[in-house]
């Protein structure tokens, strides 16, 4: 079994991104600038943007983080974004999602400039991603191809079997798993709540990328010996063990689904770290106008 380790991947990218960056500076270009936009003081949301904006520093980026209070108008927060979207220096923008109830999150993404969505969320590059453009594609998905390409991952002829289908994963995944392209080429299954026979068609599965947020919902009689198994959840648990009080687990039971896996992503160290180099990739793609031209 293959253990495929988000957290040493993530870093050769950021390197590789650091790398890069020193190039551009030394040839007298302009630093990337990525700005996150922060609305409300939910704890987990503070926690993902400060860490965006560390990775930022890591690689040699310059980060903006533009804090605003929960109880700002949806038009304000249109007037914001569009005011980052017209400043020459910023090239990628992120706005922190959850939102509060008040604002259209729809309403905020379509805002969002397509040239500068590094997180991908926006109609148009969800449509360049379906059609096979150059694309921002979004940063988890993203990063579980990333994984998939740098460990050797067939995929071509292969059945594919994604549980879950949010904008922000599921959906996405499909559509990547089915491309011609590699990795891609897959025969796609995409599954949700409304699916019946769930565990008969994940035992089909050759590779079985699971993104439904339901603690251990994968258990090993769901899953095919030799499958691969990309895990996508994240969840707190209580743990009086550890000094924090809590340790971290996936969607899918490890422990028993790892001994049949021929590959499987662990939580946490699995999809979870990529992701945030994902964002970092597309925000240098941008600032070299590698996606739009
Ligand atoms: P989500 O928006 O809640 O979507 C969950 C999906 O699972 C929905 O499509 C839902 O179907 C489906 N589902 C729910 N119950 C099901 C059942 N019994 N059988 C089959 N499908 C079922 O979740 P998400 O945003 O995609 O996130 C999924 C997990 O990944 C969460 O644990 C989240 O924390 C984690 N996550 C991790 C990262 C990372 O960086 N590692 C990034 C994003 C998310 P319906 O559409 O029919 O409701």
């Given at each position: 079994m293959i253990l495929i380790d988000g957290k040493k991947t993530s870093s050769e990218i950021k390197n590789e991104i650091a790398t890069r960056v020193a190039e551009i500076k030394a040839e007298g270009g302009k630093t990337p600038h990525l700005a996150?936009?922060?609305?409300?003081?939910?704890?987990?949301?503070?926690?993902?943007?400060?860490?965006?904006?560390?990775?930022?520093?890591?690689?040699?980026?310059?980060s903006t983080l533009v804090r605003l209070e929960s109880d700002i108008s949806?038009?304000?927060?249109?007037?914001?974004?569009?005011?980052i979207n017209e400043n020459p220096d910023i090239d990628g923008l992120i706005?922190?999602?959850?939102?509060?109830k008040h604002i259209s999150v729809d309403k905020v993404t379509n805002k969002i400039k397509p040239?500068?969505?590094?997180?991908?969320?926006?109609?148009?590059?969800?449509?360049?991603?379906?059609?096979?453009?150059?694309?921002?594609?979004?940063?988890?998905?993203?990063?579980?191809?990333?994984?998939?390409?740098?460990?050797?991952?067939?995929?071509?002829?292969?059945h594919c079997v994604v549980i879950g289908r949010s904008h922000i994963v599921g959906s996405p995944m499909s559509i990547l798993m089915a491309r011609n392209g590699y990795p891609g080429n897959a025969t796609v299954t995409l599954t949700h709540s409304k699916t019946q026979n769930l565990a008969e068609i994940c035992r089909t599965a050759d590779i079985l990328i699971v993104a439904i947020g339901k603690p251990e919902f994968v258990t090993a009689d769901m899953v095919k010996p030799g499958a691969v198994?990309?895990?996508?959840?994240?969840?707190?648990?209580?743990?009086?063990?550890?000094?924090?009080?809590f340790?971290?687990?996936?969607?899918?039971?490890?422990?028993?689904?790892?001994?049949?896996?021929?590959?499987?992503?662990?939580?946490p160290g699995g999809v979870g770290p990529m992701t945030i180099a994902a964002l970092l990739y597309?925000?240098?793609?941008?600032?070299?106008?590698?996606?739009?031209g």
């Amino acid at each position: 079994m293959i253990l495929i380790d988000g957290k040493k991947t993530s870093s050769e990218i950021k390197n590789e991104i650091a790398t890069r960056v020193a190039e551009i500076k030394a040839e007298g270009g302009k630093t990337p600038h990525l700005a996150a936009v922060l609305v409300g003081n939910d704890g987990a949301s503070q926690t993902y943007v400060g860490a965006k904006v560390k990775a930022c520093e890591e690689v040699g980026f310059q980060s903006t983080l533009v804090r605003l209070e929960s109880d700002i108008s949806e038009a304000e927060l249109l007037k914001v974004v569009e005011d980052i979207n017209e400043n020459p220096d910023i090239d990628g923008l992120i706005v922190q999602l959850p939102l509060p109830k008040h604002i259209s999150v729809d309403k905020v993404t379509n805002k969002i400039k397509p040239e500068k969505d590094v997180d991908g969320f926006t109609p148009a590059n969800v449509g360049r991603m379906t059609l096979n453009w150059p694309a921002y594609v979004a940063a988890t998905p993203y990063g579980i191809v990333e994984l998939l390409k740098r460990y050797n991952i067939e995929t071509s002829g292969k059945h594919c079997v994604v549980i879950g289908r949010s904008h922000i994963v599921g959906s996405p995944m499909s559509i990547l798993m089915a491309r011609n392209g590699y990795p891609g080429n897959a025969t796609v299954t995409l599954t949700h709540s409304k699916t019946q026979n769930l565990a008969e068609i994940c035992r089909t599965a050759d590779i079985l990328i699971v993104a439904i947020g339901k603690p251990e919902f994968v258990t090993a009689d769901m899953v095919k010996p030799g499958a691969v198994v990309i895990d996508v959840g994240i969840h707190r648990i209580e743990d009086p063990s550890k000094k924090s009080g809590f340790r971290l687990i996936g969607d899918v039971k490890f422990d028993e689904v790892a001994p049949l896996a021929s590959a499987i992503t662990p939580v946490p160290g699995g999809v979870g770290p990529m992701t945030i180099a994902a964002l970092l990739y597309n925000t240098l793609q941008s600032a070299e106008k590698k996606v739009f031209g």
